[in-house]
């Protein structure tokens, strides 16, 4: 008889309690503790970076003749690693059900913590897997994230967690960052844009259908004010994901790449051998 994993009964766990997970944010702006201990928990030394998904871009990109996209901060840190895991499914979608996007499309754990992951719920792959993974999820139109996530090595029980990269592919129904606007600001900050990146409507383009606000925005950035479109900001993670429903191409997703080498070294250097 094979011996169950305490990820695998983490899996089964958080697939029935997912959607607690808006209420155990919501505690951390109601009480002082709350936040201590769930930072302490779940959120510890965390740095994430959102990449926007490349779909809404590539246009612009390809016209500037430039090679470079947002993804290759993910593949440069990729190429640098020996030690990857690619998940056999994405947790937030398997645990909604999700109908819009790929549920096998799923995480990708880069650094030593990851030869601990039981080969159940992951498998080991090559560089030129996790490049083909994450071209795979960007086709699909989802956005990523990669840094120090510290739940990933709460719920696979994983240590050290200093060990592990997370490279996530997001989409806008069932991320477990949706629960950002929830969480009390020090925690939220934890997840920032990528350096560069910039959201903006064009409002000769749009024809307030509204699309972009339906989708449901994972941050809360982006609201109708006055009966014009209004992206907050700051508030704004730079993911794209309400680009690439707007069918008006009213609403475009810019980036200076100047900074990719100072962001690819921040994200690598996360990783503790």
Known sequence: MRRISFAEISIFVVNRIFNWRFWIAGLTKKSKVAKKVINKMLFEKDDVVIIPNTI?????IESETSDFLPTDVMKEVIKQ????VIMNTCLCRTSNNCEDYPQDIGCIFLGPTSRKIPRTI?????????LN?????????????IGRN????VWMNVRPDEGLLTICHCCPCCCLWKVIPELEDEIADKVSRLDGVTVKINEDNCKKCLNCIRQDCMFDAIHLENDRIVINQDACRGCGLCAN???FDAITVDYDNRSIDSVI?????LIEE
């Open 56 to 60: 809404p871009i590539n246009k612009k």
């Open 81 to 84: 690693c020996d030690d990857i």
């Open 122 to 130: 992951g498998y080991t792959a090559t560089v030129e897997e996790a």
């Open 133 to 145: 993974h994450v071209d795979k999820a960007d086709a699909a139109g989802l956005s990523h994230l």
């Open 150 to 153: 510290k739940i990933d090595s």
């Open 245 to 247: 429903v707007c069918k």
């Open 265 to 269: 070294n921040r994200v690598y250097n």
